[in-house]
């Protein structure tokens, strides 16, 4: 297979911890209410195969303040829903003269087929199981506002690690700095061998050993339907993993609790938990607009 | 095989081995002579596991072309799988197979499918399949699940003798799966096939075939845990056979990348110390056959998302080049092994009578290869008609220098 194109971003795995504090710095120096043409005259291509809320509009966003033109290709309405291949897709909106292609889908790996066929940058809006490269960072944006470096952090990441693309991305950008990561829930949603998706993690069941003495909990979201025929029922799951105020005293006191949302107050989480102090998860969503945008414009070549 | 390992003449005529004798012992003459000095004179290579595409996906494959493949493989047998479109059921359709206008360059052996359009419901008439040609049964693609349908496909085959060959995967454990579970599926965030998926089938398989009496041969073999099954059935004598593919003692499931399309198949490359049992199995003999399962399919279809791609990857080509470059050069398992593995190992499997050896009387068939040879082989130059190899450009030791079938040359190195 060929090379993705020089501003592609795939995934946080391959990236070197330069090109994360790069992208980290030219975020910071973004500011969505202030509109810089570094994208003036560019056509993004949304591609999205799945729904999405945030990480569409975030994008769109951060493209049309940058001044690029943004066009949404969604599989319903479009020559997907008739059977056109991915690659084929891609061809033709290069063909239109996209000069970026963000793309989300439900297939892990599908980013990497079209940028190793494309000549135009590809970034990976949410790859399947696989990665959500943009998330981590802004995730990672998100934690700097509140700790002063990522050495010597604790996070605990709760959930459905297993089906969880934004874990795996945000593994492999912590580990990176050196930070120590626990994963925990049933084996189910966090098999043994997830310890093996970078250094520094380890897998717990227990909630309270997860987040004692930790600086950031990251809550996932739980599908009800793949609780379904699991030997854990949605009961048992709050029972035993829900982040309620009392365990939240378990993590250091100054400890942030994230989400990549969408939430479900009363299921992974507490309605207290999720509107308290300590909570960030309407932060990240507002991160997510200047994170995008340093993507945009280093997938530009302006960044 | 023949047990021979020493410079010989052999003579053919008339579609037989007539005479193998020290080397100027052969009285007479012959028409055409080959000079394979210093080269390796080997019974045919037999294929047990080939996907020829034909009825039905000529896009993919044709007898002609996937025969052509076999030959400059060395191979001068391949026995073809029935998962065609429509699948190969009835007498009709083996038959059809082996007319002389499917153009094969190779003797063609057909498997018939066992059940009713191997959807593992309901058994084919075997007496009919084995008249008409088919030298053994299978589902392949699709394991035969239930328990009283593999029983009676084992009893009803030893009744005409022939084998069932089972693809052993417990498909509800295998949902949605891309590639092996373990580390590399976990990172990748693709569901895994876990090696029990296998291991337990096999396993069923031994006992069933022990209480039948039934010829059992497992199918591309790839995890630790069937080879153990199929190791304890050996010892007890029951009636178990089993073959490897090249990919499987060359690659492991790290070698998925980022997503290679080219190395999924089914079943899927596995860890280390998988390879590390199948090379050992190889050795010892719990392993009858290294097979191909060449599995061609179109660049449109792999060029998929790779959850999306069909399962398989080609395999002629390149079969004895990774045998002898893996495991003759890289783990010393002996050259007159690695043959029989190719001749003699196969024939058993299918009861191919007079081939797989050079004994007198036996079929003209003969691979000559070169041992050292080193070279490279190249997709695009590939007889096949699909291009779905994960060795592309790879650097190999021992090469095909002809094959013969039947005492015509099918096959011959410029």
Known sequence: MKKAARGSLLGIEHLQRDEILGLLRAARRMNPQRPRPLLRGKRIILLFYEPSTRTRSSFEIAAKTLGGITVLVQSSGSSIEKGESLLDTGYTLRAVGADAIVIRHPNAGAPHLLAANLDIPVINAGDGMHEHPSQALLDAYTILTHKKRFAGLKVAIIGDIYHSRVARSACHLLSKFGVAITLCGSPEFVPELAASIAHGVRVTRSLEDAIQGVDVIMLLRVQKERLAGKNIGLDDYITRYQMTPERLKLAKRDAIVMHPGPIIRGLELTGEVADCPQSVIVEEVASGVPVRMAILARAMGKA | ?414
């Open chain 2, 1 to 414: 095989m023949s047990g021979i390992d020493a410079p010989m003449d052999v003579l053919l005529a008339d579609g037989q081995v007539v005479e193998i004798a020290s080397p100027k012992k052969i009285r007479g003459g012959a028409d055409t002579t080959f000079d394979a000095r210093g080269l390796v004179v080997a019974p045919g290579f037999i294929d047990l596991h080939v996907h020829l595409r034909e009825p039905g996906q000529s896009y993919k494959e044709t007898i002609a072309s996937g025969t052509a493949a076999a030959a400059a493989g060395g191979f001068t047998s391949v026995c073809c799988m029935p998962n065609t479109a429509p699948v190969v059921d009835s007498a009709e359709w083996v038959k059809w197979l082996q007319r002389p206008e499917r153009g094969a360059v190779v003797n063609v052996f057909p498997v018939a499918a066992a059940t009713v359009h191997s959807t593992g419901e309901q058994l084919n008439d075997f007496k009919g399949l084995k008249q008409a040609g088919a030298v053994a049964v299978s589902d392949d693609g699709k394991p035969i699940l239930q328990d009283h349908i593999m029983r009676d496909a084992l009893r009803m085959a030893a009744e005409q003798d022939l084998p069932v060959i089972q693809h052993a995967e417990d498909t509800r454990l295998t949902g949605l799966c891309s590639m092996n579970n373990g580390p590399t599926a976990f990172r990748l965030g693709l569901r895994g096939m876990p090696a029990a998926a296998e291991a337990d089938i096999v396993e069923r398989d031994v006992r069933l075939s022990g209480d039948t009496g039934g010829r059992l041969h497992v199918a591309h073999v790839s995890t630790t845990d069937a080879l153990k099954a199929i190791r304890r059935g050996k010892r007890a004598r029951t009636r178990v056979t089993s073959e490897v593919t090249p990919h499987h003692f060359t690659l492991i499931d790290e070698s998925v990348g980022e997503y290679d399309s080219n190395h999924k198949m089914n079943p899927p490359l596995r860890s280390a110390a998988d390879l590390e049992a199948i090379v050992a199995a190889l050795a010892d003999g719990t392993i009858d056959a290294i097979a191909t399962d060449h599995a061609p399919h179109a660049l449109h279809e792999k060029q998929m998302e790779f959850e999306r791609a069909p399962f398989g990857i080609t395999g002629l080509e390149t079969a004895l080049g990774l045998a002898i470059t893996q495991l003759h050069a890289g783990r010393k398992i002996p050259l007159t092994r690695i043959v029989e593995l190719f001749t003699a190992g196969p024939a058993r499997v299918v009861e191919l009578k007079g081939r797989g050896t050079l004994a007198r009387g036996s079929y003209a068939d003969v691979t000559i290869f070169d041992p050292k040879k080193h070279w490279t082989f190249e997709a695009n130059k590939s007889r096949s008609k699909s291009r779905n190899t994960p060795f592309d450009g790879w650097k190999l030791t021992g090469k095909v220098t002809a094959a013969i079938v039947g005492g015509r040359f099918a096959y011959r190195a410029d």
